[in-house]
């Protein structure tokens, strides 16, 4: 089992950043391929960014390139996600999850993922 809790979401303007956090429990964080996803009111949770075991293999959402940058500390077992140039259509509820099947090549399918977050809000104002 692998328990994930997100942090560091809040409100910011237009423009700001913000990084998130996603500390995880165990000792098998190494080996996983991450991800972060985020749920807006009324859509579909959406792909935004995934990093693989080793860090050497990182995928966004062409909505985010450029702006996010996905990171992972695996002696801190710690997943990130810097957010710069935050724009009001990126409020949602930001979700980080874990893929344990394909270390080497992350999936930008919320359904290959095995364990998620309860979330964090991030909410960007105009």
């Known amino acids: 089992q692998v328990q994930l809790v997100e942090s560091g979401g809040g409100l910011v303007q237009a423009g700001g950043n913000l990084t998130l956090s996603c500390a995880t429990s165990?000792?098998?964080?190494?080996?996983?391929?991450m991800g972060w996803f985020r749920q807006a009111p009324g859509k579909e949770r959406e792909f935004v960014a995934a990093?693989?075991?080793?860090?050497?293999?990182?995928y966004y959402v062409d909505s985010v390139k450029g702006r996010f940058t996905i990171g992972r500390d695996n002696a801190k077992n710690t997943l990130y996600l810097q957010m710069n140039s935050l724009e009001p259509e990126d409020t949602a509820v930001y979700y980080c999850?874990?893929?344990?099947?394909?270390?080497?090549?992350?999936?930008?399918?919320?359904?290959?993922?095995?364990?998620w977050g309860q979330g964090t809000q991030v909410t960007v104002s105009s």
């Open positions: 990093i693989s075991w080793y860090g050497g293999r990182l």
């Open positions: 999850a874990a893929d344990t099947g394909k270390p080497d090549n992350p999936s930008r399918e919320p359904t290959e993922y095995d364990y």
């Open positions: 165990g000792r098998t964080f190494r080996r996983y391929a």
